[in-house]
């Protein structure tokens, strides 16, 4: 699988956007749950 044959100069920094977003998403997501669970107990 070739880097440079396949992806565009913005790909890289897509990659590091689409991370950080899926940790964000995962953090909220975990946050909510929690205070959901510590509501109903």
């Excluded at 396949?6 to 998403?25: C, K, N």
């Amino acid at each position: 699988m070739s880097i440079t044959y396949t992806t565009p100069p913005h790909t890289s920094r897509y990659i590091a956007f689409r991370i950080a977003w899926g940790l964000y998403y995962n953090h909220v997501i975990f946050v909510y749950h929690n205070r959901r669970m510590a509501i109903i107990a």
